[in-house]
């Protein structure tokens, strides 16, 4: 099984901002920018966002991020739903960093390979994947840094591109919030399993 890896490097900055701010830099820039197509009025033109990040025992990756290593990369899951469906995608995604470039590769997977990823059905999952680099990649960072998915972060996002240059991309990122399942450690687990905490209420993250 061999799966389009979609890729690209780019340059992005991040900037953590009072809503006030925000709104008003978003104001500024709808008169150039345009919302993607994604977003639902429903969300207050914007779309859902969920994401779980491997980790290890020591928090390597977290502080590799504050040390701020000019050579870095993290896994995780991402989606944009609370639970499974065919209208949900499924990602597994590497992000790093290298010098000032951020980079990010990420394949489709189904929600049964998530299944064994928790169990840490690698044999089988390779026997899927066989022959991809990507997950052959993604299981010896698993095993050489005892790698398992843990924190899951939710929040909802708001995209704008720019006609004028689509390379050009800012996108508002409020309502964050994380949670550690206990329990079932699944991105879909039941929210019986998960305890969520507000992040900086009243703050946005401004990507650019």
């Known amino acids: 099984m061999k799966d389009e890896i979609a890729t690209f490097s780019r340059y992005e900055f991040k900037y953590f901002l009072p809503e006030l701010i925000a709104t008003s830099i978003e104001s500024e820039i709808s008169h150039f920018m345009s919302l993607d197509s994604h977003v639902s009025e429903e969300l207050d033109r914007s779309y859902f966002v969920r994401s779980q990040y491997f980790e290890n025992d020591l928090y390597t990756n977290f502080y590799e991020k504050v040390d701020g290593m000019r050579e870095r990369h993290k896994y995780r899951i991402r989606t944009y739903g609370k639970a499974p469906s065919n209208d949900n995608p499924i990602f597994l995604e590497k992000?790093?960093?290298?010098?000032?470039?951020?980079?990010?590769?990420?394949?489709?997977?189904?929600?049964?390979?998530?299944?064994?990823?928790?169990?840490?059905?690698?044999?089988?999952?390779?026997?899927?994947?066989?022959?991809?680099?990507?997950?052959?990649?993604?299981?010896?960072?698993?095993?050489?840094?005892?790698?398992?998915?843990?924190?899951?972060?939710d929040y909802l996002r708001s995209p704008y591109v720019s006609e004028y240059d689509t390379n050009f991309r800012l996108t508002f990122d409020r309502n964050i919030r994380v949670s550690?399942?206990?329990?079932?450690?699944?991105?879909?687990?039941?929210?019986?399993?998960q305890y969520w905490q507000d992040v900086n209420a009243g703050f946005c993250t401004l990507e650019v």
């Open 95 to 153: 992000k790093g960093r290298k010098l000032e470039r951020t980079m990010k590769g990420r394949i489709k997977i189904e929600n049964y390979h998530l299944e064994m990823i928790y169990k840490r059905d690698f044999d089988v999952l390779l026997n899927k994947f066989e022959g991809h680099s990507f997950i052959e990649g993604f299981i010896f960072d698993c095993y050489r840094k005892k790698l398992k998915p843990m924190v899951i972060v």
């Open 180 to 193: 550690l399942p206990y329990g079932e450690n699944s991105i879909f687990s039941d929210p019986k399993y």
